[in-house]
């Protein structure tokens, strides 16, 4: 269900995740997109300085939006997803389930799925974290280990994705039934992002069209 409340701000007690990675990756595309238009503007001739901010002001809005915006605000009552175009508020009740497969998702009870583009799935670490599961279960195969051992060592046998999945289900069964995290989900579009995307490609249509 769309809404257009605005979704509440993530407080202290919140749990944010994000992808390191990905940021990275934005920080560099703006840089390149950075060096590009200033390189146009100062040696560029005719309209070639138009069409490099036309295209900057729809490449900036668009590689932030992927790489800087994804968040994950997980509290005790509700979590908030923040994905590239729009965010979306779920009290802990209306959720029905959190799964990672080739990429994280979260259902509702009314059968909605939303896509937690700030935890990206790497096949990569999950294919690492079975062959220490592998070996550990070759080291011990009986399972004599005490159960004093380490809870860190256990962990770190787990992608890290699927450990974040694994502790937002918790964190959702754990709160589904408090009064405070009942409610309708609510969902806002990020206009912040899509205006401006628009707006460049409008104006590069425009350049474009009219060269």
């Given at each position: 269900?769309?809404?257009?409340?605005?979704?509440?701000?993530?407080?202290?007690?919140?749990?944010?995740?994000?992808?390191?990675?990905?940021?990275?990756?934005?920080?560099?595309?703006?840089?390149l997109i950075a060096w590009i238009v200033v390189d146009?503007?100062?040696?560029?001739?005719?309209?070639?300085?138009?069409?490099?901010?036309?295209?900057?002001?729809?490449?900036?809005?668009?590689?932030?939006?992927?790489?800087?915006?994804?968040?994950?605000?997980?509290?005790?009552?509700?979590?908030?997803?923040?994905?590239?175009?729009?965010?979306?508020?779920?009290?802990?009740?209306?959720?029905?389930?959190?799964?990672?497969?080739?990429?994280?998702?979260?259902?509702?009870?009314?059968?909605?799925?939303?896509?937690?583009?700030?935890?990206?799935?790497?096949?990569?670490?999950?294919?690492?974290?079975?062959?220490?599961?592998?070996?550990?279960?070759?080291?011990?195969?009986?399972?004599?280990?005490?159960?004093?051992?380490?809870?860190?060592?256990?962990?770190?046998?787990?992608?890290?994705?699927?450990?974040?999945?694994?502790?937002?289900?918790?964190?959702?069964?754990?709160?589904?039934?408090?009064?405070?995290?009942?409610?309708?989900?609510?969902?806002?579009?990020?206009?912040?992002?899509?205006?401006?995307?628009?707006?460049?490609?409008?104006?590069?249509?425009?350049?474009?069209?009219?060269?």
């Open positions: 269900m769309t809404s257009p409340q605005q979704p509440e701000p993530s407080t202290d007690s919140d749990r944010v995740f994000r992808s390191p990675a990905g940021m990275a990756g934005g920080a560099v595309l703006l840089g146009a503007v100062v040696r560029g001739e005719g309209r070639t300085p138009w069409l490099a901010l036309a295209g900057a002001l729809l490449a900036v809005p668009v590689v932030v939006a992927f790489t800087f915006r994804p968040a994950v605000f997980a509290g005790e009552d509700r979590i908030r997803i923040r994905n590239p175009f729009r965010t979306i508020v779920l009290p802990w009740g209306s959720v029905a389930d959190v799964r990672a497969s080739y990429s994280s998702e979260i259902f509702t009870q009314d059968g909605s799925k939303y896509q937690l583009w700030a935890i990206p799935v790497s096949l990569r670490k999950r294919k690492a974290a079975a062959r220490r599961q592998a070996q550990a279960a070759y080291d011990d195969p009986h399972g004599t280990t005490s159960v004093h051992a380490d809870v860190s060592d256990a962990k770190s046998r787990i992608a890290p994705a699927d450990q974040t999945i694994a502790d937002l289900r918790e964190l959702a069964e754990r709160r589904s039934s408090a009064a405070e995290a009942q409610g309708a989900p609510q969902i806002r579009w990020a206009y912040e992002v899509l205006a401006p995307a628009v707006a460049g490609a409008v104006l590069l249509a425009v350049l474009l069209a009219t060269g």
